[in-house]
């Protein structure tokens, strides 16, 4: 059974850091992208970064793009989401995904109907 546990959550202030970390457990193979989802209260869910175990890619949503980066430092199950200079309205619900089917970290995998398998969320809290 593939499960996705996803953690690293929490409150801070605005412009600190948190690093989530999404680690997979029961899938045979190196090969697939795993998306960063948020979720805020009344929103739809948005992708805002992807990386892939197999090439190493990795994709931001501009609406993060240099504060948030997404890597597995050479951990073989774990991807982390670095997220730096965080703001209020980054507050939201966050998730991680497998998508098997993608080799690389592109935009056209950032759909949220993209990914077979999620993780259970791990919430983020920016204050002002």
């Known amino acids: 059974e593939v499960q996705l546990q996803a953690c690293g959550g929490g409150l801070v202030q605005a412009g600190g850091s948190l690093r989530l970390s999404c680690t997979v457990s029961?899938?045979?193979?190196?090969?697939?992208?795993i998306g960063w989802f948020r979720q805020a209260p009344g929103k739809e869910r948005e992708g805002v970064a992807c990386f892939s175990k197999n090439d190493g890619s990795s994709y931001v949503a501009d609406s993060v793009k240099g504060r948030f980066t997404t890597s597995s430092y050479n951990d073989k199950n774990t991807v982390h989401l670095q997220m730096n200079s965080l703001k209020p309205e980054d507050t939201a619900v966050y998730y991680c995904?497998?998508?098997?089917?993608?080799?690389?970290?592109?935009?056209?995998?950032?759909?949220?109907?993209?990914?077979?398998?999620w993780g259970q969320g791990t919430l983020v809290t920016v204050s002002s």
């Open positions: 029961g899938f045979a193979w190196d090969n697939y992208v």
């Open positions: 995904a497998l998508d098997p089917s993608y080799l690389s970290a592109t935009p056209q995998a950032m759909g949220v109907g993209e990914y077979d398998y």
